[in-house]
Nanobody
């Protein structure tokens, strides 16, 4: 089983990025599990950013509500995090998890002011 988060990079404040979380080796389990995106900024604790359930219900941290959108494509075993109107305080390493069991390596997002 492998979870790969990708799509991070350097962007100016106000810009957008789309992160992907690709699950390999999970088969149909991916579609039966809740997927979460987290982030951890330097010197700070990890923060839960967004959640999408198997029924596609979504929840967001207050800090990203209205700017970020989480989604999933079960046919591709992939989850996404669309991030708009990025702010310097969004700078962090972003991680995904599937079912609170499988974790991927993070992808770095840097937002310049």
């Amino acid at each position: 089983v492998q979870l790969q988060a990708c799509g991070g990079g350097l962007v100016q404040a106000g810009g957008s990025l789309r992160l992907s979380c690709v699950a390999s080796g999970l088969g149909s389990i991916f579609g039966l599990a809740t997927v979460r995106w987290h982030r951890q900024a330097p010197g700070k604790q990890r923060e839960l950013v967004a959640v999408v359930t198997t029924g596609r219900s979504t929840t967001y941290a207050d800090s990203v509500t209205g700017r970020f959108t989480i989604s999933r494509d079960n046919a591709k075993n992939t989850a996404y995090l669309q991030m708009n109107t990025l702010k310097p305080e969004d700078t962090a390493v972003y991680y995904c998890d599937v079912g609170a069991t499988y974790w991927g390596q993070g992808t770095l997002v840097t937002v310049s002011s």
